[in-house]
């Protein structure tokens, strides 16, 4: 029996994990690292490494391919769910997920995102809210809360001239295509354990041929917001957390024909 | 090759891609290439292929590139306002070196401009269009016969080199019709193999396609290596030549210009002028070398660069001819074509001051 257990372990040793084990570059106390570990542990779970392909945007998170071990095209800001689109319609066998930052997805790539989830491309989005744009400095970004501070809205983001935070869970839940949408933190451990079940399920959803699913993590941000690591993920929760509730929008039962 | 077939150029654009084993095809509607989305709406569905009209040409580039770099041979097709969209893509396409075919039916500008044919796209195809030192190979067909082969052709260079093939041509090209003979299919299961392609990390290590190179050095090498890529084209060069021995004055046009041009010189043997053309078919690479022998060899005294625009080509035709006989211009733009007259009066009046010239 010994024997047999000690086989089955060379095994796992043997196969090849999602996750690289190299140095990060990102901040002291930022959310990206804990979600890359989400998404390699997804595709571990569900064993899709050898057929996934990732779609890395623009900003601090464009090195994901240098974290994940899985093919990856990097792609214009804002585009990636047009190349997903690309990616996925020549390989439908394939696992394909986009990994976009809030500049990326709810900026300058808004209308990719609308247009692939409306229609329903059988993709996963993973969805980084933290409110700023990190990799430029910290300026104002469409989810930046009201009367929060950044580079570019040094006296506080102000409604008349510009505008509201933008709610991509709530904007998108009107529309037919969407499969699965569920916005989560992971500001303690209890929330990253939440987070990686849905992440999980994000990919489920995909395998399952039902469409497009999008999970929205608020993470923290300390560098650009200013402050500590622990005073970052208390924000998180007492603040951000009240502008963009964590909650699952859609979760479809029905598969595409 | 098959049998002789009566085609409207868009259609026949649309047609040969499918033959030649396109079966990715990402679009957003533009006059006057409309006809190339409708008849792929109508026939990939048929034979297994993916029709996609995206929500603008920005998305429809970065479908080819998500397709492109999938391995498959993909292609969009739009005219000038469209192409300008493009050229973001475009420049990561050529960055992260990835395949596809480009057809611009070019429409005059700038700005929304009008709908009627222009050739004032040659410096944006030519000369790189978006940002950073890259450039697409260019083909300027002046035939329907030629444009269905260039289709071809355009995939397998885009396959060859690693990069985005242009084929420029213009409304005329795209609404007119003419006897077209398609060269024979070609068998995607046949085409070789892109290992390149990110087709998921299955028993090789993963793939990762990007233009990303945060190291200067790097970046450096990585367009050392581009430029080289680009050198290399220059055994792709093709042009035509028609009386470019005895001629007094060289017209050097491409596409739709070249046809007119042309028919002048025709005409123009009627009056006693004694004209040539030079026509360039790949527009980049542009061939400076074999414009420049056909000047040294020849007694053309004059050269009249013939566009559909303010003078774009006339840059290229000059850098090849070194100074070496003065190089003049005639275009319309706008939409509004050259016609024959117009080119023989322009010739004369060339001719004529040297002539005057030489009696003196």
């Given at each position: 029996?010994?024997n047999?257990?000690?086989e089955?372990?060379?095994d796992?040793?043997?196969?090849?994990?999602?996750l690289?084990?190299?140095?990060?570059?990102?901040?002291?106390?930022?959310?990206?690292?804990?979600?890359?570990?989400?998404?390699?542990?997804?595709?571990?779970?569900?064993?899709i490494?050898?057929?996934?392909?990732?779609i890395?945007?623009?900003?601090?998170?464009?090195?994901?391919?240098?974290?994940?071990?899985?093919?990856?095209?990097?792609?214009?800001?804002?585009?990636?769910?047009?190349?997903?689109t690309?990616?996925?319609?020549?390989q439908?066998?394939?696992?394909?997920?986009?990994?976009?930052?809030?500049?990326?997805?709810?900026?300058?790539?808004?209308?990719?995102?609308?247009h692939?989830?409306?229609?329903?491309?059988?993709i996963?989005?993973?969805?980084?809210n933290?409110?700023?744009?990190?990799?430029?400095?910290g300026?104002m970004?469409?989810?930046?809360?009201l009367?929060?501070k950044t580079?570019t809205s040094?006296?506080?983001?102000?409604?008349?001239?510009?505008?509201?935070?933008?709610k991509?869970?709530?904007?998108l839940?009107?529309l037919d295509?969407?499969?699965?949408?569920?916005?989560?933190?992971v500001?303690?451990?209890?929330n990253?354990?939440?987070?990686?079940r849905?992440?999980?399920h994000?990919?489920?959803?995909?395998?399952?041929?039902?469409?497009?699913?999008?999970?929205?993590?608020?993470?923290?941000c300390?560098?650009?917001?200013?402050?500590s690591?622990?005073?970052s993920?208390?924000?998180?929760?007492?603040?951000?957390?009240?502008?963009?509730?964590?909650?699952?929008?859609?979760d479809?039962?029905?598969?595409?024909? | 090759?098959?049998?002789?077939?009566?085609?409207?150029?868009?259609?026949?654009?649309?047609?040969?891609?499918?033959?030649?084993?396109?079966?990715?095809?990402?679009?957003?509607?533009?006059?006057?290439?409309?006809?190339?989305?409708e008849?792929?709406?109508?026939?990939?569905?048929?034979?297994?292929?993916?029709f996609?009209?995206?929500?603008?040409?920005?998305?429809?580039?970065?479908?080819?590139?998500?397709?492109g770099?999938?391995?498959?041979?993909a292609?969009?097709t739009?005219?000038?306002?469209?192409?300008?969209?493009?050229?973001?893509?475009?420049?990561?396409?050529?960055?992260?070196?990835?395949?596809?075919?480009?057809?611009?039916?070019?429409?005059?500008?700038?700005?929304?401009?009008?709908?009627?044919?222009?050739?004032?796209?040659?410096?944006?195809?030519?000369?790189?269009?978006?940002?950073?030192?890259?450039?697409?190979?260019?083909?300027?067909?002046?035939t329907?016969?030629?444009?269905?082969?260039?289709?071809?052709?355009?995939?397998?260079?885009?396959?060859?080199?690693?990069?985005?093939?242009?084929?420029?041509t213009?409304?005329?090209?795209g609404?007119?019709?003419?006897?077209?003979?398609?060269?024979p299919?070609?068998d995607?299961?046949?085409?070789s193999?892109?290992?390149w392609?990110?087709?998921?990390?299955?028993?090789?290590?993963?793939?990762?396609?990007?233009?990303?190179?945060?190291?200067?050095?790097e970046?450096?090498?990585?367009?050392?290596?581009?430029?080289?890529?680009?050198?290399?084209?220059q055994?792709?060069?093709?042009?035509?030549?028609?009386?470019?021995?005895?001629?007094?004055l060289l017209?050097?046009?491409y596409?739709?210009?070249?046809?007119?041009?042309?028919?002048?010189?025709e005409v123009a043997?009627?009056?006693?002028?004694?004209?040539?053309i030079?026509?360039?078919?790949?527009?980049?690479?542009?061939?400076?070398?074999?414009?420049?022998?056909?000047?040294?060899?020849?007694?053309?005294?004059?050269?009249?660069?013939v566009?559909?625009?303010?003078?774009?080509?006339?840059?290229?035709?000059?850098l090849?001819?070194?100074g070496?006989?003065?190089?003049?211009?005639y275009?319309?733009?706008g939409g509004?074509?050259?016609v024959?007259?117009?080119?023989i009066?322009?010739?004369?009046?060339?001719l004529?001051?040297n002539?005057?010239?030489?009696?003196?």
């Amino acid at each position: 029996m010994a024997n047999i257990k000690k086989e089955k372990d060379k095994d796992k040793e043997k196969e090849i994990k999602t996750l690289e084990d190299v140095v990060t570059h990102y901040c002291p106390g930022c959310g990206h690292g804990i979600v890359h570990r989400l998404v390699a542990d997804a595709i571990d779970r569900l064993g899709i490494r050898e057929k996934t392909i990732g779609i890395a945007p623009i900003g601090c998170s464009v090195l994901i391919y240098n974290y994940l071990n899985v093919d990856f095209q990097e792609v214009p800001h804002g585009r990636a769910p047009a190349a997903a689109t690309g990616i996925k319609r020549a390989q439908p066998d394939k696992v394909v997920f986009t990994y976009q930052g809030d500049g990326d997805l709810a900026s300058i790539g808004t209308a990719e995102i609308v247009h692939a989830a409306n229609r329903g491309e059988n993709i996963t989005t993973i969805f980084i809210n933290n409110a700023i744009y990190g990799m430029t400095g910290g300026q104002m970004a469409p989810t930046t809360l009201l009367d929060q501070k950044t580079t570019t809205s040094p006296y506080g983001r102000n409604s008349t001239s510009a505008g509201f935070p933008l709610k991509v869970c709530e904007l998108l839940s009107s529309l037919d295509g969407v499969a699965y949408l569920e916005r989560v933190s992971v500001s303690s451990p209890k929330n990253v354990v939440k987070a990686k079940r849905v992440i999980k399920h994000a990919f489920e959803v995909q395998l399952a041929n039902k469409g497009f699913s999008l999970v929205e993590v608020l993470s923290q941000c300390p560098m650009n917001w200013r402050m500590s690591p622990i005073d970052s993920v208390k924000w998180v929760d007492d603040v951000m957390s009240k502008t963009f509730p964590l909650k699952k929008f859609k979760d479809t039962e029905r598969v595409r024909s | 090759m098959g049998e002789k077939q009566l085609f409207k150029g868009n259609e026949a654009i649309a047609e040969a891609a499918i033959r030649a084993g396109c079966r990715y095809y990402f679009g957003y509607p533009i006059t006057p290439q409309n006809e190339i989305p409708e008849y792929m709406s109508r026939r990939m569905p048929k034979i297994g292929g993916v029709f996609l009209q995206a929500e603008s040409e920005i998305a429809a580039i970065n479908m080819v590139f998500g397709a492109g770099g999938s391995g498959v041979r993909a292609m969009t097709t739009t005219s000038s306002p469209g192409m300008s969209l493009m050229q973001e893509g475009i420049s990561y396409l050529a960055g992260a070196e990835i395949p596809c075919v480009i057809v611009n039916v070019v429409r005059g500008g700038p700005g929304l401009g009008g709908i009627q044919p222009a050739q004032s796209d040659y410096f944006q195809a030519t000369k790189g269009g978006g940002h950073g030192d890259y450039h697409c190979l260019v083909l300027g067909p002046s035939t329907l016969q030629e444009l269905v082969e260039f289709v071809f052709l355009a995939f397998d260079l885009a396959d060859k080199y690693r990069n985005p093939v242009i084929i420029l041509t213009d409304g005329v090209m795209g609404q007119m019709m003419e006897p077209v003979e398609f060269p024979p299919e070609v068998d995607i299961l046949k085409l070789s193999p892109k290992e390149w392609a990110t087709t998921g990390a299955k028993g090789r290590k993963k793939i990762i396609l990007k233009s990303l190179y945060l190291d200067p050095l790097e970046l450096e090498n990585h367009n050392l290596h581009l430029q080289e890529k680009y050198n290399s084209m220059q055994e792709e060069i093709k042009w035509e030549e028609m009386n470019t021995k005895d001629c007094d004055l060289l017209l050097v046009a491409y596409g739709t210009a070249a046809r007119v041009s042309k028919k002048a010189i025709e005409v123009a043997k009627e009056k006693n002028l004694s004209l040539g053309i030079f026509r360039p078919i790949t527009l980049y690479p542009f061939p400076y070398v074999q414009l420049k022998e056909v000047v040294k060899k020849g007694k053309v005294k004059k050269i009249l660069v013939v566009e559909m625009n303010m003078g774009q080509m006339i840059e290229d035709v000059k850098l090849a001819i070194e100074g070496l006989v003065p190089v003049e211009f005639y275009g319309r733009t706008g939409g509004v074509m050259p016609v024959v007259d117009e080119i023989i009066e322009k010739a004369e009046s060339m001719l004529k001051v040297n002539t005057l010239k030489g009696v003196m």
